[in-house]
């Protein structure tokens, strides 16, 4: 049965991830004519990759500290199924907040790094 549910929970943590690396990459990819902007007027290259990855930064930040809260909400359903740690163990919440904020990170670096190459004339017309 143990077998069974980390089976699950991986599914559930592959299946999560791909669907934070999703909605990051389309937000990214979504704002390349605002970059494109922002170049024209006088912006680097860094300026565009850190604005796109400290955006995608902050939401996984808004996404774990609402997991957090959701495990300490469901703490007194879960404890009764877990052995050997508790629902709030402090290395298994960091090690999932660090977990899907790299998944974020990564997720905004490959189009944020695009963003940051394109020309802003071609930029301004992919609108």
Not at 77 to 97: K, Q
Not at 103 to 117: D, E, G, K, N, Q
């Amino acid at each position: 049965m143990s077998r069974l549910a980390a089976l699950f929970a991986g599914f559930a943590t592959v299946l999560a991830g791909l669907g934070i690396y999703g909605v990051i990459t389309h937000m990214v990819t979504r704002r390349v004519p605002e970059f494109g902007l922002r170049m024209a007027i006088g912006a680097t290259p860094a300026r565009i990759f850190w604005s796109a990855s400290r955006e995608a930064v902050s939401l996984a930040a808004i996404g774990s500290a609402l997991g957090i809260a959701g495990a300490i909400a469901t703490m007194r359903t879960v404890t009764e199924m877990l052995f050997g740690i508790s629902a709030t163990d402090p290395l298994t919440l960091g090690t999932v907040v660090m977990l899907f904020g790299l998944i974020a990170w990564s997720a905004a670096v490959i189009p944020a790094l695009r963003a940051a190459r394109v020309d802003p004339s071609i930029a301004l017309r992919a609108d």
